[in-house]
Nanobody, 113 residues
Framework: QAQFVESGGDLVQPGGSLTLSCAGAGSSVSAEIMTWHRQAPGKAREWIATLFPGGATFYADSVKGRFAVSRNEDKNTMYLQLNDLTPEDTATYYC???????WGQGTQVTVLS
């Protein structure tokens, strides 16, 4: 089962930025389609971004233009750059290899209101 470890979450002010990391723990972030998701308190988990092996990216409308996904193959790590954060971005953020069911522990992003 693919395994990844998320990190980088923090408490930030509105308008702030963060970079989240998704490190492959025995699984490659480059060979398969990778996705980012988030789950806000009391809400269902939602997809927010996809990174294809060839580099193409897709984003949910809620984050398009503010978030950017990338990867470093040498570090076997995928990143999610979060910009212009709002309180509505407060959530636990997860990465996942597309087509798998395993979830990591996630990383908490809290945007002050």
């Amino acid at each position: 089962q693919a395994q990844f470890v998320e990190s980088g979450g923090d408490l930030v002010q509105p308008g702030g930025s963060l970079t989240l990391s998704c490190a492959g723990a025995g699984s490659s972030v480059s060979a398969e389609i990778m996705t980012w998701h988030r789950q806000a308190p009391g809400k269902a988990r939602e997809w927010i971004a996809t990174l294809f092996p060839g580099g193409a990216t897709f984003y949910a409308d809620s984050v398009k233009g503010r978030f950017a996904v990338s990867r470093n193959e040498d570090k076997n790590t995928m990143y999610l750059q979060l910009n212009d954060l709002t309180p509505e971005d407060t959530a636990t953020y997860y990465c996942q290899q597309h087509g798998t069911t395993a979830w990591g522990q996630g990383t908490q992003v809290t945007v002050l209101s």
